[in-house]
């Protein structure tokens, strides 16, 4: 694959990725710094020869083991491997119920159905399975039709990723949602929400907490956006950065172990004040939504605690 979206512009393997010894230490950073979810992702974190080895030790050291995958590669025996090697569960991408568009945005013909079909072989190892959805211009009005799909082949989710324009992304960053067209979107999840049976979640879009709140839907999510605050990700070469689509280096954990970076950063501790710019600042939704910080740091050049100029509400009290 080559996705068009790709926050990591992923390609071929980097000679200087962790090794597995370095990635057990990684690991057990992450437990001393008081994780309890550790999600493989990529890239496509099922070329990594050892992906079922460092699934293993994670599991053993307590934390709870998930997948984000592209799913061509779950087989029958890769399902069961999976599960023995103690995943939980498996995120699965799937933009587009048309092939051909599904296809044509990640660049290999049958992606389509060799995603579908690990989708079937997790569910057949019985391991729970939602269904990943990047929205762009092309694909936003399908995405009603894309969770009814995922309750038909017994998804537990199906979570809506709303892009930042990073890594390769940036190509195609006029492919975007604009900002009243992101609020109308957020709001048409949010009202899909009342009626269906399995989670919808905007991700990405932490205005989706403010929306759900006016339409009266009970979230268990209780912050929008975490970047910093409670997630992070490591690189394949091992840096630090706030989240995915913050292509920031904080530190890189071949040389400083990871707790370490996570309770010393300062870049982290400025976001832990949750003291935001502009109308997010003095916004009621301030500690629950936060504003994407990712896509506040892209719009304004490099200014992490910039407003989120993509959201339409205005705060009490907030004059332009």
Not at 104 to 112: N, P, W
Not at 135 to 162: P, Q, R
Not at 229 to 251: E, F, H, N, R
Request: proline share 4%.
């Amino acid at each position: 694959m080559f996705c068009d979206h790709c926050y990591r512009d992923a390609g071929a393997r980097l000679d200087e990725e962790l090794t597995t010894d370095q990635a057990r230490n990684l690991i057990d950073g992450m437990v001393r710094a008081g994780f309890k979810i550790m999600i493989f992702s990529g890239g496509e974190p099922l070329m990594r020869p050892d992906i079922y080895e460092l699934a293993r030790y994670a599991t053993d050291k307590g934390l709870r083991v998930v997948l984000g995958t592209n799913g061509t590669l779950i087989t029958e025996e890769v399902a069961q491997e999976l599960k023995r090697a103690g995943f939980m569960a498996a995120g699965v991408s799937l933009d587009s119920l048309d092939p051909n568009k599904n296809d044509g945005f990640r660049k290999l013909e049958h992606a389509f159905d060799l995603a579908v079909q690990g989708m079937f072989n997790l569910k057949k190892a019985n391991l729970p399975f939602q269904i990943h959805t990047t929205v762009m211009d092309w694909n936003v009005d399908e995405l009603e039709s894309i969770t009814d799909y995922a309750i038909e082949i017994g998804a537990m989710a199906h979570h809506v990723f709303f892009l930042v324009p990073t890594g390769r992304g940036k190509n195609i960053e006029e492919e975007a949602l604009r900002v009243a067209a992101y609020e109308k979107t957020i709001a048409r999840l949010m009202e899909k929400q009342k009626t269906s049976p399995i989670e919808i979640k905007p991700t990405c879009a932490p205005q989706f907490i403010r929306v759900a709140d006016k339409k009266g839907i009970p979230l268990r999510f209780s912050k929008g956006c975490l970047a910093g605050i409670s997630y992070c990700i490591i690189s394949p070469k091992g840096d630090v950065q706030p989240c995915a689509y913050l292509d920031i280096s904080l530190g890189n954990v071949k040389q400083t172990p990871f707790d370490e970076i996570w309770k010393e950063n300062v870049i982290l501790q400025k976001l832990r004040t949750m003291e935001y710019e502009g109308k997010c600042g003095i916004c009621d939704y301030r500690e629950r939504c936060g504003g994407c910080r990712a896509r506040a740091y892209y719009y304004s050049n490099g200014n992490i605690m910039a407003e989120d100029e993509w959201c339409l509400y205005n705060p009490p009290g907030w004059e332009r």
